[in-house]
């Protein structure tokens, strides 16, 4: 939980072997995946409400991808 008109910054990182070429986030939307955009980061200078809700991030590699979620409550 964050208090509205925080800063946050989601993070996503892996170990993975080999390294991750990239990662991909998303959001839940009315149960569809929406992308956001691509980076380990995710930045809201200024949370509001509109915010709360699942977020994903993708790692892939040459290999496949894995995804972990977290949940932004404000």
Not at 6 to 35: H, K
Not at 45 to 55: A, E, Q
């Amino acid at each position: 939980s964050v208090l509205e008109g925080s800063l946050v910054t989601l993070i996503c990182s892996s170990d993975a072997n080999p390294a991750v070429l990239s990662y991909t986030w998303s959001r839940e939307s009315e149960g569809q995946l929406e992308q956001l955009q691509t980076g380990d980061t995710l930045t809201f200078n200024r949370t509001d409400l509109k915010h709360r809700g699942w977020y994903h991030c993708t790692a892939q590699n040459q290999h496949g991808s894995h995804n972990s979620s977290v949940m932004l409550d404000i």
